[in-house]
């Protein structure tokens, strides 16, 4: 999972201008997304707003794929979510994780369980959907993150840029 937490780096990259949370940040196959639903699904953070909304249009561009090739990861993502819960309930959150998330909860008005829930879950399908769908590109990940990881990286970069150029009719980032 190395490659994942390297493309969540490389997305907090970016600055970006203020914008309402009620503004739209992207549409993605006719569904409008908010700047509210951006900043729940990643960070309530201003600067890196542009990245994160890419983010989420790359996660509901790579789960559209999936379901065009037949794939149904619901039960999948509904065991990983249940696993991660239990066992971040046994452990303690780490202080500087749980500040992120009490930051969050408390700008959406939720609890924090609820929040670190709802993005468990979040994360959890954008993850699962994104290995299924490098893995029909390049088979085990795994093994060729561990032969030659920049190599690696590159490819999968390189398949997220294929992606969004492929579907660049079908979705339109307002953020920038």
């Given at each position: 999972m190395?490659?994942?937490?390297?493309?969540?780096a490389m997305l907090t990259l970016m600055g970006c201008n203020s914008y309402d949370d009620d503004e739209r940040a992207a549409t993605v196959y006719g569904e409008d997304l908010l700047v509210e639903d951006v900043k729940y699904r990643t960070?309530?953070?201003?600067?890196?707003?542009?990245?994160?909304?890419r983010?989420?249009?790359?996660?509901k561009l790579v789960q559209h794929e999936n379901r065009e090739a037949g794939l149904d990861l619901q039960e999948e993502?509904?065991?990983?979510?249940?696993q991660q819960l239990t066992h971040v309930n046994n452990e303690p959150l780490p202080e500087d994780v749980k500040q992120?998330?009490?930051e969050q909860a408390e700008y959406f008005n939720v609890e924090i369980e609820t929040y670190?829930?709802?993005l468990t879950e979040a994360n959890t399908e954008f993850q699962i959907h994104l290995r299924h769908y490098l893995e029909r590109h390049f088979g085990d990940i795994e093994e060729l993150n561990r032969k030659d990881p920049e190599y690696a990286a590159e490819q999968m970069e390189g398949a997220m840029v294929d992606l969004m150029e492929r579907h660049e009719k079908y979705f339109e980032i307002y953020i920038d």
């Open positions: 190395r490659w994942f937490i390297g493309i969540m960070s309530i953070g201003e600067d890196e707003l542009k990245q994160n909304t983010y989420v249009v790359q996660s993502v509904n065991n990983e979510v249940e992120f998330y009490e670190y829930a709802d």
